[in-house]
């Protein structure tokens, strides 16, 4: 079989899809990509682990041809608070790194797995059930690298034929790796407070509801998206997927019928606060669930019990 290359593969997404796919395709068979962060679990012991900078064309072309990748499962980016505050690198890498990823693509005929976001959305996109096909235009960095990134997949794949997929993640939560400058990070975080019995300040206001996922479920995705029969998919770049969607104070009272002490307070913070009013509350994801199948698992009640349950056991050995 032809080997698959996560690049991003230390990050919040990569750390969990790319044991998931040695478990699929076989260890031999997946090369993780990491460049900043220090692996950690068995990413290093459990197949190839190679060291990239996706704003590195010749090194990607060398270790896609000396592996000889038939998939890249692209997602090393910086996310949208970080982008907000360096703007030009967010632009490099998330899009100089799309670039690379997709000539390479089409040199060598690998297919392309790329995330887009919630964040590919704007203030101008209608918030409640926002649509499939919807005007998108985000004022926010990542925002626009996110549509740019949409647009430029779908351009690979009618003009050169690269088999480019992608879905519009909302915010991701997950006991393995923090995230990290993103908006969506207070659904993470407010978990290691809670179980280090402390309080948590939440810097978004309540009553910021926005599209959530469990890792899990954003796992399953990537991956039935990739395996899904081409000829039902009518999209391609970006599906909307989403599993449920809540506010600070609705996840606040999820943990607390686990841990009745537990208080949080609110400091918004205003740049994170303008991006999530920028974005939808809930979006409508049936074009997923009727082209490729896809079916979320985890809802806030099975989310929260599971995240404390693999969390407090994580913690407790740290
Ligand atoms: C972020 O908050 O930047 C990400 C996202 C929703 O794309 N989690």
């Known amino acids: 079989m032809k080997k698959i290359i996560v690049t991003g593969a230390t990050g919040q997404i990569g750390s969990v899809l790319t044991p998931a796919l040695r478990q699929r395709y076989g260890a031999e068979n997946v090369v993780a990509a990491g460049h900043k962060r220090k692996p950690g679990g068995t990413l290093l012991t ?10 590195d064309r010749g090194a990607l072309d060398t270790y896609v041809r000396e592996y000889n990748v038939g998939t890249i499962y692209h997602l090393a980016a910086l996310l949208s ?7 030009q690198l967010a632009w490099e890498i998330n899009m100089g790194g799309l670039t690379n990823v997709l000539e390479v ?3 060598y005929g690998c297919a392309v797995f790329h995330p887009s976001s919630i964040g590919a959305f704007g203030p101008t996109a209608p918030r409640i059930n926002t649509p499939q096909e919807s005007i998108q235009r985000p004022q926010t960095m990542y925002g626009i690298t996110k549509v740019s990134a949409e647009l430029l997949c779908d351009y690979y794949f009618e003009r050169f034929g690269v088999d480019t997929r992608g879905v519009r993640y909302p915010g991701l939560i997950s006991h393995e790796t923090s995230p990290g400058g ?3 990070d207070y659904a993470v975080d407010i978990f290691y407070a809670a179980l280090r019995q402390e309080s948590y300040t939440c810097y978004l206001a309540p009553g910021t509801c926005l599209d959530m996922m469990y890792m899990p479920d954003a796992v399953r995705a990537a991956v039935d998206l990739m395996e899904a029969d081409p000829k039902r998919l009518r999209f391609r770049n970006a599906y909307n997927i989403t599993a449920m969607s809540f506010a600070p104070e609705e996840i606040y009272s999820a943990i607390k019928k686990h841990i009745p002490d537990f ?6 913070d205003a740049v994170r606060q303008a991006v ?3 974005w939808p ?3 409508d994801d049936s074009a997923a669930r009727s082209q490729w199948g896809w079916q979320p698992e985890y809802d806030l009640a099975s989310l ?3 995240m404390l349950a693999r969390l407090s056991a994580k913690l407790s050995l740290s």
């Not at 459990?46 to 704003?55: E, M, P």
Request: avoid cysteine.
């Open 81 to 87: 608070a970080s982008a907000e505050k360096q703007p």
């Open 182 to 184: 993103g908006t969506t």
């Open 276 to 278: 999530a009013d920028s």
């Open 105 to 107: 693509a089409r040199i």
């Open 281 to 283: 509350d809930r979006m």
């Open 46 to 55: 459990s197949g190839a682990y190679i060291t990239l900078d996706v704003r």
């Open 263 to 268: 208080i949080m307070n609110y400091e918004v």
């Open 304 to 306: 929260t019990a599971d």
